[in-house]
């Protein structure tokens, strides 16, 4: 397979994460940088390790030498140049959260099938080998019955950070809980019923502060999962049966790279190293971004596409919404995605 060359949009710290966690792979090649500031990318790209800058998004999304294009641009942002990354011909992963509305959602992945490209949301951890042997131990039954989810991410942001700009998509529930809910669903399937309680923060327009929520699966699964903006750190995923727990000390970022099995009144510690052998602390990028490089090269489908980026996006939206009016929203079945009713 052809390395696949790749732009990164946005000269913020996430994409130089991606960049330099890329860096040697044999299949992802980044390639370029775009901003709107022409002397930050120039910056980025020596910086980086990149062979072109582009003072501008549509000036990168000209270019024949760029295959694919990651959008890290503020959350606002990314339905807009999802698509029109799509519609010049790109293919695309978006970080999370790929979308503030399951319609948003819903007309990204309309682009990508008109153009006949392949459009990605970046949850990285679900590629991950600790999320998949976790999903085998619960598929297997080693746990018995699987009964309650919980999940949390808190992080400490100071006041006028980007991640509490409501304008620009900011808030603890999808910078934050983007993460917990995907993983929810991951392992309990789409939910009933949401409940959620949130604290805003200051200001005219804030966004959430903190979101604490409650969601119910078929089967009688019970999910729960808190974030917060202004809390210590706290990275947490807790699968619990009727005959053990399964526990992920470091669930989304995946440097611990294992997965802790409580059964028979016992710890068993299970090794999930990343299968290239590397042990550095963001290769869980790299994973995520050889992957997509292999499905947009025709080598493996990936597991995850229009149905559960737009039943995500669909989800957040009904925890927004119960947060904002204190009531229970039902998530209405089959999906992607209905409406959603009030209870």
């Not at 509490?164 to 917990?180: E, I, K, T, V």
């Not at 995500?312 to 009016?325: M, P, T």
Request: glycine fraction near 10%.
């Amino acid at each position: 397979m052809s390395s696949i060359r790749w732009g990164v949009m946005s000269t913020a710290k996430i994409g130089a994460t991606v960049v330099d966690a890329c860096a040697g792979s044999e299949w992802t090649e980044f390639v370029a940088v775009a901003s709107r500031d022409e002397d930050k990318a120039r910056s980025f790209a020596s910086e980086h390790g990149l062979q072109q800058s582009f003072g501008s998004y549509d000036a990168m999304l000209a270019s024949d030498e760029i295959d694919a294009v990651y959008v890290a641009l503020p959350v606002a942002l990314h339905t807009e140049w999802t698509v029109r990354a799509l519609q010049a011909g790109k293919h695309v992963l978006c970080e999370k959260p790929f979308a503030t509305s399951a319609a948003d959602a819903a007309r990204c992945f309309a682009a990508a099938e008109q153009a006949g490209r392949l459009c990605v949301e970046g949850l990285m951890y679900r590629h991950h080998p600790q999320t998949m042997l976790a999903r085998q131990l619960v598929s297997d039954g080693v746990i018995g019955g699987l009964a309650m989810i919980r999940a949390a991410l808190t992080v400490a942001v100071e006041p006028g950070d980007i991640r509490r700009n409501a304008a620009l998509g900011g808030g603890s529930y999808l910078d934050l809980g983007c993460y917990c809910v995907s993983a929810l669903r991951l392992f309990g399937g789409e939910p009933d019923r949401v409940c959620a309680e949130r604290v805003d923060d200051s200001g005219a327009d804030p966004a959430d502060l903190r979101m604490s929520a409650t969601l119910r699966f078929g089967g009688d699964v019970l999910g729960q999962f808190d974030v917060g903006l202004d809390l210590p750190r706290r990275d947490e995923l807790e699968l619990i049966g009727t005959r053990g727990k399964i526990v992920l000390p470091d669930p989304w970022i995946c440097r611990e790279a294992r997965v802790d099995l409580w059964r028979d009144g016992a710890w068993e510690q299970l090794p999930a190293p990343l299968p290239d052998g590397r042990g550095d602390a963001d290769g869980v990028y790299r994973l995520e971004f050889e992957r997509v490089s292999a499905a947009i090269a025709g080598d493996r489908p990936l597991p995850f596409g229009v149905d559960d980026a737009v039943n995500q996006a669909q989800v957040l939206e009904a925890l927004d919404n119960s947060s904002r009016q204190r009531q229970t929203a039902a998530q209405s079945r089959p999906s992607p995605p209905g409406l959603l009713d009030q209870a």
